[in-house]
C-alpha cells in the first residue's frame, strides 16, 4: 500500500521519515502526553530512530507526520493501523507534540484520514479508544462524529489508580451521512 500525502487547509499529511525522530523524541518523552495515551512503554532515542526510518516501509498501516503552515515541521502524527481490507476495518490513532495541541490540526487530521479510508482504501469502520481521563480527545472525537461502543473498565494506569477505555467508531454510512449535511 502506497503511503500517501494529503492535503487540507491548515495542514499537510506527508508519510514519517527519519529526520522526524527528534521532534517524535519530543512527543514521546511528553508525561502529559504519555499519561493521556496511556503509555506505558519507554522508549530510547535509537528506538525512536529506528521506527522513523522504517514505519513507511511497514505494511497495514499509514503513519502521517502533521505539518502546518507551509512548514514540513513534525507537528504530531495521526495513524490508520491495523488495516484490514477483508473486513473492511482499521484503528485510528493520533498524538500532538504538547506546543500543537489545542489548535485544530487534529481535527483536520482526522477529517483527511477517514476521507483516505472510506474513499479511498474502502473500509467500512474506523474505531479508536481514547481514556477516560483524556475529556479533550474524546470531546473532539465525539464532534467528529464517532460513537461510543463500550467502555473497557480500568483497561489503563494513571499514577497510582486505573482509568477506563471507551472505545469509539465511525462507520462508513455515518461518515458519508455526515459529510452530506
Partial sequence: MD???????MIRLRPIR???AP???DMVSDPEGRRTTGTTTVFTREQVERWCATV???PGRIDLAITANGSDEYLG?????EIDEVVGSANLR???RPAYRGRGYGTEAIELVLGLAFDGIGLHRVG???LSINARAFSLYENIGFRVEGRLRDAYRDGDGWCDAIMMAMLEDEY???RAA
Fill in 56 to 58: 513507511a516501509d511497514r
Fill in 176 to 178: 458519508r451521512t455526515q
Fill in 77 to 81: 502524527e495521526i495513524v490508520l493501523n
Fill in 3 to 9: 503511503k500517501p500525502t494529503l492535503e487540507g487547509e
Fill in 94 to 96: 493520533l498524538v500532538m
Fill in 23 to 25: 521532534a517524535m523524541w
Fill in 128 to 130: 479508536l479508544d481514547v
Fill in 18 to 20: 527519519a529526520e522526524d
